[in-house]
T-cell receptor, first 111, second 114 residues
């Protein structure tokens, strides 16, 4: 079993829709949770960063962490064609700086 | 402020050859990590360097090695290339490599092994 599981999609939504992206994980020791966006032929770009449980909002993006369920989510409101990319979840432990990544969900927002 | 710079962007090699990839971190960042990205496995951690020392290593064979220089620039070497080594190799930097510290990625080197 992989440490981090993420539905690869692909996910296709109309412009303006609310998008929900999710990851589950198996290691309860994960404390730092991140979402990255990766455009084709580019490196991952950090979108959201959360420590432990709770919600964090930044513009159209909301990240949620539910440690009791070992489940994290990223919500995108009013989705735009420019949001079309692969979204990666990542998490790390309280020791060291090694990150564990999901395989990514491919999102297409149709104008 | 310049981001993480990786060179070259693309490489084509044949089986059995070796390859060296280069990474320049964000100015002031002293920790450099390397990840391998493939469609099936996603991003997998290779190793992390801080102050010219390898601090952490992932589950890859000894054919994968790296080093870091005094200016924090890092190189990664893969010897005796195999077809399965075809991947996007990503370098990421952070300030100190402390727990949970944010990682900033370069655009990667796309390696194709024929």
């Amino acid at each position: 079993q992989k440490e981090v599981e993420q539905d690869p999609g692909p996910l296709s939504v109309p412009e303006g829709a609310i998008v929900s992206l999710n990851c589950t994980y198996s290691n309860s020791a994960f404390q730092y949770f991140m979402w990255y966006r990766q455009y084709s032929r580019k490196g991952p770009e950090l979108l959201m960063y959360t420590y432990s449980s709770g919600n964090k909002e930044d513009g159209r993006f909301t990240a949620q962490v539910d440690k009791s369920s070992k489940y994290i989510s990223l919500f995108i409101r009013d989705s735009q064609p420019s949001d079309s990319a692969t979204y990666l979840c990542a998490m790390s432990l309280t020791t060291g700086n090694q990150f564990y990544f999901g395989t990514g969900t491919s999102l297409t927002v149709i104008p | 402020k310049a981001g993480v710079t990786q060179t070259p962007r693309y490489l084509i090699k044949t089986r059995g050859q070796q390859v060296t990839l280069s990474c320049s971190p964000i100015s002031g960042h002293r920790s450099v990590s390397w990840y391998q990205q493939t469609p099936g496995q996603g991003l997998q951690f290779l190793f992390e360097y801080f102050s010219e020392t390898q601090r952490n290593k992932g589950n890859f064979p000894g054919r994968f090695s790296g080093r870091q220089f005094s200016n924090s620039r890092s190189e990664m070497n893969v010897s005796t290339l195999e077809l399965g080594d075809s991947a996007l190799y990503l370098c990421a930097s952070s300030l100190q490599g402390a727990q949970g510290e944010k990682l900033f990625f370069g655009s990667g080197t796309q390696l194709s092994v024929l």
